[in-house]
C-alpha cells in the first residue's frame, strides 16, 4: 500500500504561484511514474502531468501552456507541481497519484492505482 499526502494548496490571486507537494510513504516507488491531476466543481476529472521514476515529463498542454513544472525527488518519495501564472480556471482540487505500471508515464487515470486526498486550489481573479 502507499498512502499520499498532498499540501500546498491555497488561495492565490491570479497570476500568482503555489508550489503543490505530495509525499509518499508506505513502500518503493522504484520505476513507478507519478502524477497530478484535477478536478473542479461541475467537470470530470483531469490529467495536468505525470513524471517518470527518470524525470520524464508529460504534461496536458492545453492546462499547462508553460505555467506549470512537475518534478520528483526520489531519496524523499515527494512529489511537486510549480504553478506559475495562475488562472481563475485553475481552480480546482489537485490530486498526486502513483501509476500501477512500471516505467511509463500515463495520462489516463485508470493507469494510477493509488491516490491522495487532494488539495485545494483556489485562484481569484
Known amino acids: 500500500q502507499v498512502q499520499l499526502v498532498e499540501s500546498g494548496g491555497g488561495l492565490v490571486q491570479a497570476g500568482g504561484s503555489l508550489r503543490l507537494s505530495c509525499a509518499a510513504s508506505?513502500?518503493?516507488?522504484?520505476?513507478?511514474?507519478m502524477g497530478w491531476f484535477r478536478q473542479a466543481p461541475g467537470k470530470e476529472r483531469e490529467f495536468v502531468a505525470a513524471?517518470?521514476?527518470?524525470?520524464?515529463?508529460?504534461y496536458d498542454e492545453d492546462i499547462v501552456r508553460g505555467r506549470f513544472t512537475i518534478s520528483r525527488d526520489n531519496a524523499k518519495n515527494t512529489l511537486y507541481l510549480q504553478m506559475n501564472n495562475l488562472k481563475p480556471e485553475d481552480t480546482a482540487i489537485y490530486y498526486c497519484?502513483?501509476?500501477?505500471?512500471?516505467?511509463?508515464?500515463?495520462?489516463?487515470?485508470?493507469?494510477?492505482?493509488?491516490w491522495g486526498q487532494g488539495t485545494q486550489v483556489t485562484v481569484s481573479s
Open positions: 513524471i517518470s521514476w527518470r524525470g520524464n515529463s508529460k
Open positions: 508506505g513502500r518503493t516507488l522504484e520505476d513507478h511514474g
Open positions: 497519484a502513483v501509476d500501477g505500471g512500471w516505467t511509463r508515464i500515463s495520462a489516463e487515470a485508470w493507469a494510477y492505482e493509488y
